[in-house]
């Protein structure tokens, strides 16, 4: 997505980094909160981040579920 400028993702955990200029949809980010149980976090600042950590006890996410659910919450925070 052209407001995401880097994304990390590696074994039960991701991250995103968006763009300074980016127009983020805020309503959605207690919802996301909530739907993840505490397992999504935003660092607002400069260039706002996303967090995501897997609890430990959980499956184990391959790679394509991941960048997919990546998608799904960048395209929900895209206005």
């Known amino acids: 997505h052209a407001y995401v400028t ?3 993702i590696r ?3 991701w991250k995103l ?3 300074a200029s980016a127009d983020i949809r805020v309503e959605e980010i207690p919802v996301l909160i909530r739907e993840q149980q505490g397992r999504l976090r935003f ?3 400069k ?3 996303l967090v995501f950590r897997q609890s430990t006890h959980e ?3 391959t790679l ?3 960048l ?3 998608e799904k919450v960048v395209k929900r925070l895209a206005k």
């Open 47 to 49: 260039q706002t981040m």
């Open 17 to 19: 980094l968006f763009d």
């Open 68 to 70: 997919d659910d990546v």
């Open 59 to 61: 499956k184990t996410w």
């Open 6 to 8: 880097e994304a990390g």
């Open 43 to 45: 660092v607002p600042g």
């Open 64 to 66: 394509l579920e991941t």
């Open 11 to 13: 074994k039960g955990s």
